[in-house]
């Protein structure tokens, strides 16, 4: 079984690229909810929605979020009352998003109606919320405002310097059923290509899955989202930089050095390998970026090997040829 | 002032009419909230919002309720997820229910809500739900079930027997800010041609209405909602008749005598204004039916004039040439 932690995209697309090279039923996506929000009334799980759609084929090809094909007859409706409409709520979008928020205040946990979403898709791959309780990432920006995540990344376009970002809840949150047991038990642990700080963060800091990552370093084999200093998408350059770090393959492992055996770089990086090895990450050079299925393929098959799991040696995965 | 006691669709046409004869911001709608219902998590308030609707011009004429123009793609999309959709919510509608969801789960009251999307929609009729509290219509049906009135009015098209009917939360629900006074200090209260049982019987059921409108009988001027025997709209004929009345012009009077002191029934109807005055219920015949804006108007007048504001007697209400 293979464990994944996630963000949104750039961790759809790496699902979608191992779904292809194993059996999907093997792979468990623990995804970050620190995203979550509470928009008009409705519990909307940004991370949860993008891998789901991904997987399913269904997703805006255009943006990597939303469904295609896509009307905002809703929204525009919203206009008249003044409310929020820069957070982009497709209608046949916002069906995920009722049919959740009706769930959950009928008692459903996120866990479980998440699996039902999933089932609904038709897909195999098992989604996990990281945790069924709150977790919600504020970020402290330089003027002092705090500010929810999807205020700084949506209508801020993440285009203001961050000087602090918390998890509020997440002390008190407990793992996800099955979440800990996925990582516990998994024959590999993939830190998909997702914001360290703000996606892969929410997830560590619920509490025990530092610690199963830590005990299980040599197994945890993640994928640096950061390329030749810059982030394919989203604030992550910066915000290594902003919270102290470096926009960088090595930056990248320092930040995960304490439970990341192995970081997956892009080849344009490969001059920086040492120093990945330096921070006492060890370093696989790979083309990194998922620019098609089948180069999202080819990642996947680069990080099971890197993970140990290369031809024959695991009865769920199959090889293709060599990337 | 004008006070109107009010279902949905009929008193929505009711209500067009009269703001087609009096100063709009005379008139006061005390609406009915007991068929609001929460639907995929959404607060759901159907007879205000088709009264929202048809006053500002953008009902959909076809159906007397919802938005002309109107598209499903959400509704299409929660079939993936076998959620409700007997339900019809459009999504430009959506917008309206996901913006009170949002403004209530914030802590705004439904009626301070009302007030915002009326204004929103450019109204000048002031809008008042009966109560900000919950008072939920329950249909006890002939097979023993019990169902909530949206289950009732469209999933069972309601063509099930009826044996009894309860407004449930009624006892302890305050009247809206507003609807006592309204009622005190009108020239004039009118009654929609609105369901009496299901319609104008949860606003009867908020503690302090039925009082208040029984001191001032001789103001309340009522429309029959029962034409020749026939409800135009909805169940109200055969209710009447389940619950043990008649579906007449007279058995409405009997229905509302206590605190109605006039009814105006259609000309249909005229050979029972006599049965209709033995109830204790001084009656008045007019064309009923609100079958075009101009019908509506002229309805509005008679009404009017049957609780005695004439040419000349308001300084708020103008005339037009007689019905």
Redesign the interface.
């Known amino acids: 079984m293979i464990a994944v932690l996630c963000g949104g995209v750039g961790a759809a697309r790496m699902l979608a690229g191992l779904q292809a090279v194993v059996d999907p039923g093997e792979i468990v996506a623990v995804v970050n909810t620190g995203d979550d929000t509470?928009?008009?009334?409705?519990?909307v799980s940004p991370d949860l929605d993008t891998i789901t759609y991904t997987l399913a084929g269904a997703v805006n090809p255009a943006t990597g979020w939303g469904l295609t094909d896509e009307?905002f007859?809703?929204?525009?409706?919203?206009e008249?009352?003044?409310?929020i409409t820069w957070f982009r709520l497709g209608?046949?979008?916002?069906?995920?998003h009722?049919?959740r928020?009706?769930r959950?205040?009928k008692g459903a946990t996120l866990s479980v109606v998440t699996a039902?979403?999933a089932r609904?898709?038709g897909l195999s791959v098992r989604l996990l919320p990281m945790s069924d309780d709150p977790v919600r990432t504020r970020l402290g920006l330089a003027d002092q405002r705090e500010v929810a995540f999807q205020e700084y990344f949506v209508k801020l376009r993440h285009s203001v310097v961050v000087a602090a970002v918390r998890f509020e809840g997440a002390a008190q949150a407990r793992p996800a059923p099955g979440v800990l047991e996925a990582l516990g038990s998994a024959q590999i642990i993939v830190v998909a290509p997702s914001n360290p700080i703000v996606s892969i963060g929410p997830i560590l800091a619920v509490p025990g899955v530092a610690e199963v990552l830590r005990a299980r370093r040599d197994m945890v084999v993640a994928v640096s989202p950061i390329v030749a200093g810059a982030a394919l998408k989203g604030p992550a350059a910066r915000l290594l930089v902003e919270l102290g770090g470096e926009a960088s393959a090595p930056g990248v492992a320092r930040f995960l050095s304490s439970f990341v055996g192995t970081l997956v770089i892009d080849e344009a990086d490969a001059d920086r390998a040492a120093e990945v090895e330096l921070a006492g990450v060890h370093c696989v050079v790979a083309p990194t970026v998922m620019g098609s299925p089948e180069l999202a393929a080819r990642l996947a098959r680069a990080v099971l090997r890197a993970g140990g799991i290369g031809a024959g040696s695991s009865g769920s995965a199959t090889t293709g040829p060599e990337a």
């Open positions: 509470e928009l008009h009334g409705l519990y009307s007859h809703a929204l525009q409706a919203l008249r009352y003044g409310a209608d046949s979008d916002l069906a995920t009722l049919y928020t009706g959950m205040r039902e979403i609904a898709w």
